[in-house]
């Protein structure tokens, strides 16, 4: 089972205040016991919306629109994504994160990811094959 654990923006991460050393020096430790473990797939923050866009798709169109955005608090700082033998061992790392943002009550949002089975008979053995293929590729270059 893989598990996005996502952690929510804050004005500060949104203005581009960067983590205080003693804050990264507790991640890093999160960080190294995840990858210890041996459930630790990912793990970054992400740059303000300011850098950032949307692609927005209305009445048929698509078009990109650049940040930054306002709605603050369904931003996305960062995010950890893990494997693990169950949704129980996922609350349990849920439990062990640092707090992102001392000081600022926040969320970190825990989302179970979808695997092929969870698509049933629509998900064909054809297009199965195909994302496998994706999937080989990209761990191939390094992601």
């Known amino acids: 089972m893989r598990f996005m654990m996502i952690v929510k923006a804050?004005?500060?991460?949104?203005?581009?205040v960067m983590p205080k050393q003693e804050m990264?020096?507790?991640m890093t430790r999160y960080n190294e016991e995840?990858?210890?473990a041996g459930v630790l797939l990912a793990g970054e923050g992400l740059h303000p919306s300011s850098r950032g866009f949307r692609v927005r798709f209305e009445g048929?169109?698509?078009?990109?629109?650049?940040?930054?955005f306002t709605?603050?608090?369904?931003?996305?700082?960062?995010?950890w994504l893990i494997q693990v033998r169950s949704e129980e061992e996922a609350r349990e790392w849920a439990r062990r994160i640092p707090h992102p943002h001392p000081g600022i009550d926040t969320n970190v949002e825990v989302r179970r990811i979808f695997e092929a089975e969870d698509f049933g008979e629509e998900f064909t053995p054809e297009l199965r094959e195909r994302e496998?293929?994706?999937?080989?590729?990209?761990?191939?270059r390094g992601g």
Do not use: C, H, Y
């Open 10 to 16: 804050t004005q500060d991460s949104e203005a581009g």
């Open 24 to 26: 990264l020096e507790e």
């Open 34 to 36: 995840l990858d210890r």
């Open 60 to 68: 048929g169109e698509k078009r990109l629109v650049d940040g930054p």
């Open 71 to 79: 709605e603050t608090k369904e931003l996305i700082a960062g995010f």
């Open 132 to 140: 496998q293929r994706m999937r080989d590729n990209a761990e191939a």
